[in-house]
């Protein structure tokens, strides 16, 4: 998963919305099954949008505040940045084919 940027409280702001790239936020828990899905989909996009969005993951066991500012009660949940504004907000373990649509309409 090296290629997967992941942030935290702390670096939340400066990585994802200030941003100059669009972004992509998975919010997950090591328990979760669904995010273990959702994960190697998470990397595997990260290599093919390298350069264009920005792609992380952010623990939500580890990290409180963040997910609690963007109302997140079910994982895995990702948010897409676009100008530091969420653009889009998927809930759930969806197939690649889908999260690469929702990814394309940030570029």
């Given at each position: ?5 992941e942030v935290?409280?702390e ?21 979760c099954?669904p ?36 109302g997140i009660?079910?994982i895995?949940?990702m ?15 969806y ?13």
């Amino acid at each position: 998963m090296s290629d997967v940027l992941e942030v935290t409280d702390e670096t939340f702001e400066e990585q994802i919305v200030k941003s100059d790239l669009p972004a992509m936020v998975d919010f997950w828990a090591e328990w979760c099954g669904p995010c273990k899905m959702v994960g190697p989909v998470v990397a595997e996009l990260a290599k093919e949008y390298e350069g264009k969005i920005r792609i992380a993951k952010m623990n939500v066991d580890e990290n409180r505040q963040t997910p609690a500012k963007f109302g997140i009660r079910n994982i895995p949940t990702m948010i897409l940045f676009k100008g530091g504004e969420v653009a889009q907000t998927i809930v759930g373990a969806y197939p690649k084919s889908h999260i690469e649509e929702e990814l394309k309409k940030l570029l």
